[in-house]
T-cell receptor, first 116, second 117 residues
Framework: AQSVTQLGSHVSVSEGALVLLRCNYS??????LFWYVQYPNQGLQLLLK??????LVKGINGFEAEFKKSETSFHLTKPSAHMSDAAEYFC??????????????FGQGTELSVKP | GAVVSQHPSWVICKSGTSVKIECRSL??????MFWYRQFPKQSLMLMAT?????????EQGVEKDKFLINHASLTLSTLTVTSAHPEDSSFYIC?????????????FGPGTRLTVL
């Protein structure tokens, strides 16, 4: 079984500051890991994903995340926050087994606020 | 590429009526579509998984007779909320997954806001 825990339902940073959103997962099989962003009243947009290979994954809008198997973590970072980064962020895990249907298990979400 | 649309984007209906929400993959064939429900300030809850041409697989606790899902073609899935009640008010989001190299990636629609009066 898979599960995802996002530490902190709300994170507030100043514009230009480092963004760090934490995600820990539990999976009985090798996982695919994802970060999605959701703006108000919209669907989800993929920021980045880890499947195999390089553990440091770069995504859109300057975000990146590092898969750390030993820590079962996939934290999302961005060196310098922008006002437009204010949104809800979801970490998700999917088992790396096709015949399990590719279901995504989402974390609770972290709301990112950016102060001017 | 990989665009998913939903229609309508918002709907208001009276209690007891049925509402149909469409989910379309615009530029790819979706072998699998997923339906999620999201309450305010909460995460997405998977309701069901539908594969083209077969019956949907519902998650535990989701009433299949209440939430009818049809996946008649590789580009269209519909969710019908039957005899809707105020507690069914929510944000419904679909996603679509293609086969091939991107089999593990889901593309999300913009969501449908349902309000039942």
């Amino acid at each position: 079984a898979q599960s995802v825990t996002q530490l902190g339902s709300h994170v507030s940073v100043s514009e230009g500051a480092l963004v760090l959103l934490r995600c820990n997962y539990s999976s009985s099989v090798p996982p695919y890991l994802f970060w999605y962003v959701q703006y108000p009243n919209q669907g989800l947009q993929l920021l980045l994903k880890y499947t195999t290979g390089a553990t440091l994954v770069k995504g859109i809008n300057g975000f990146e995340a590092e898969f750390k198997k030993s820590e079962t973590s996939f934290h999302l970072t961005k060196p310098s926050a922008h006002m437009s980064d204010a949104a809800e962020y979801f970490c998700a895990v999917s088992p790396m087994i096709y015949n399990q249907g590719g279901k995504l298990i989402f974390g609770q979400g972290t709301e990112l606020s950016v102060k001017p | 590429g990989a665009v998913v649309s939903q229609h309508p984007s918002w709907v208001i209906c009276k209690s007891g009526t049925s509402v149909k929400i469409e989910c379309r993959s615009l530029d790819f064939q979706a072998t699998t579509m997923f339906w999620y429900r999201q309450f305010p300030k909460q995460s997405l809850m998977l309701m069901a998984t539908s594969n083209e041409g077969s019956k949907a697989t519902y998650e535990q606790g989701v009433e299949k007779d209440k939430f009818l899902i049809n996946h008649a073609s590789l580009t269209l899935s519909t969710l019908t909320v039957t005899s809707a009640h105020p507690e069914d008010s929510s944000f419904y989001i679909c996603s679509a997954r293609s086969g091939g190299a991107r089999v593990n990636e889901q593309f999300f629609g913009p969501g449908t806001r349902l309000t039942v009066l």
